[in-house]
């Protein structure tokens, strides 16, 4: 082995670490979601398609966006938005609700690798 | 050489198969769930039933909860016709009002904890609340109020007579609309956890709005708890997580959980008494205690305490688990939570004693 050889495994090595250490994440992605209104479960959604869903609540329609292995409230009929607020969910246990309109989201994921609930 | 290098070789071969081909585990039997919304916020209990014990019978005991738990908020929600909507009526017209009994022991809990926490928690709050909007979640404030409107509230505040633990009654107080919004959560879940425990479900985790109590296990683990970030975004969801030890209560307050901005600026629910505004310094704090009600009250007070004072104000509740993350998104933990607790890995947190 030349020096050279020694520099580029150092390197690829190097770059291993960091890219594990930048990207690796603990299995606790959420892979479906389910839909509340009113407390009652009126859908349960894969997080793997993309799509936007409307939910028709006590109030109007909320519109739930799909993307990336994420879900979020992207509009709602309510004043302050505290669900659009909420921002994209991805993991197992988080939940985000429009209590105006009466609409919940709620993430599952891998049962046994994940939180079993989220203190917020 | 070339065998090292095949078993190498062979080696990482296996452990990405491996990784590839492994099932997600499947959802548990033993695991009941039930989720709704009341209080306010979504509420969601999970059981985890002891060998043999029926799943219907899981799902029973969480449907009988829920009821409870529906009950409850009537009687203890301030703007409501329960119990204490009654009473805030009642105070309004002038009268001294008699403490039903059903009412007594938190009105007790919460006249004790407000005055070990020098008035940061206090539930004679809610005139202030409903004028800064945040007692009604349909009908938010898009502005803050008036620096006068506010300055009169908090004068109202400082004359209106305290709560008195001992006392089977209060008033007259014109000015006090009571509101009991940062302690009946945590108060909640102790009485959720008590009714499925002696229903004969030991392990449980009832979680409302993110005030959580805990107990037992979930089968051969602890049961685990996240704590959110306060300022989430794609890396950073979860802030913190714990594994429980038995019976406690862990309950996050954060500047996030209610809010509206104006002209740039964020106002939350977390209202200083002594000033009438949004309490500055913070982001979220979180508390582990035995029970729920103090959990729940030491989180209000501990985030309107803010960076300098939060340590001793926990201490004069007699909490030693507790962290905070400050305004810069910095954490700092007591040394007792320190030990147990496991942090996000760029979070570099700062111990405590």
Redesign the interface.
């Known amino acids: 082995m030349t020096r050279g050889d020694v520099l580029a495994i150092g390197l690829a090595a190097m770059l291993v670490g960091v890219s594990y ?1 930048r990207h690796w994440k603990p299995p ?1 992605t959420a ?1 479906r979601f ?1 839909v ?1 209104v ?2 009652q479960v009126v859908g349960r959604y894969p997080l793997a398609i993309d799509r936007e869903l409307m939910i028709d609540g006590a109030l109007g329609l909320s519109k739930l966006k799909v993307e990336n292995g994420r879900v979020r409230f992207a509009a709602s009929p ?3 938005k ?1 669900c659009v ?1 909420s ?5 197992g ?3 985000a ?1 429009c ?2 309109n ?1 609409v ?1 989201i ?1 993430l599952a994921g ?11 | 050489m070339f065998l090292r290098r095949l078993l190498v070789g062979l080696g990482l071969a296996a452990l990405f198969a491996w990784l590839a081909l492994r099932q ?5 039997p033993r ?1 009941v769930e039930r ?3 009341a209080m ?3 509420i ?1 209990a ?1 059981l985890y039933l002891d060998p043999g014990q029926p799943r219907d019978a899981g799902e029973a005991a969480l449907r009988d909860l829920e009821d409870f738990l529906r009950a409850y908020e009537a009687r203890w929600s301030a703007w409501g016709t329960g119990a204490l909507g009654q009473l805030n009526q009642a105070l309004a017209r002038g009268e001294t009002v008699t403490i039903p009994p059903a009412l007594q022991p938190l009105f007790s809990r919460a006249a004790a904890l407000s005055a070990a926490s020098g008035g940061r928690f206090d539930v004679r709050i809610g005139r202030l609340v409903e004028l800064w909007g945040f007692h009604d ?4 404030r ?1 502005e803050p109020p008036t620096a006068d409107a506010v300055a009169a509230a908090v004068h109202a505040l400082q004359a209106a007579p305290p709560l008195d633990a001992a006392a089977h009654s209060y008033g007259p107080a014109r000015a006090v609309w009571l509101d009991f919004g940062a302690i009946a959560k945590g108060d909640a879940t102790d009485l959720a956890i008590e009714r499925l425990r002696s229903a004969g479900f030991a392990h449980a ?1 009832v ?1 409302l ?4 109590r ?1 107990a037992g296990r ?1 089968g051969d683990r602890p ?6 970030h306060p300022r ?3 890396q950073h ?2 802030l913190a ?1 714990l594994e429980t030890s038995g019976d406690e209560a ?3 307050s ?1 500047d ?5 901005e104006f002209e740039g600026r964020r106002y939350h629910h977390l209202l200083d008494p002594h000033s009438g505004y949004p309490a500055t310094g913070l982001q979220a704090v ?1 508390v582990v205690a035995a029970d729920g009600a103090l959990a729940d009250a030491a989180s209000t007070a501990l985030f309107v305490a803010g960076p300098l004072a939060w340590r001793e104000t926990a201490r004069a509740l007699g909490i030693d688990q507790a962290f905070v993350v400050e305004a810069d998104g910095r954490i700092v933990v007591t040394a007792a939570l320190a030990r147990r607790i496991r942090f996000a ?1 760029d979070s570099m947190p700062q111990t405590v004693p």
């Open positions: 250490a606790v892979t389910e509340r009113a407390g309510c004043r302050n505290v607020h921002g994209w969910l991805s993991h246990g988080e939940a609700a209590l105006p009466r919940s709620t891998d049962a046994g690798s994940g939180v079993d609930a989220v203190s917020f | 997600p585990p499947g959802t548990d695991l989720e709704f919304l306010g916020t979504i969601s999970s979640e349909t009908r938010f898009s985790i979680n709005g993110g005030n959580l805990v979930r049961w685990r708890i996240g704590v959110r989430v975004d794609a969801r979860v997580s862990v309950v996050t954060g996030y959980e209610r809010y509206f979180t890995d």
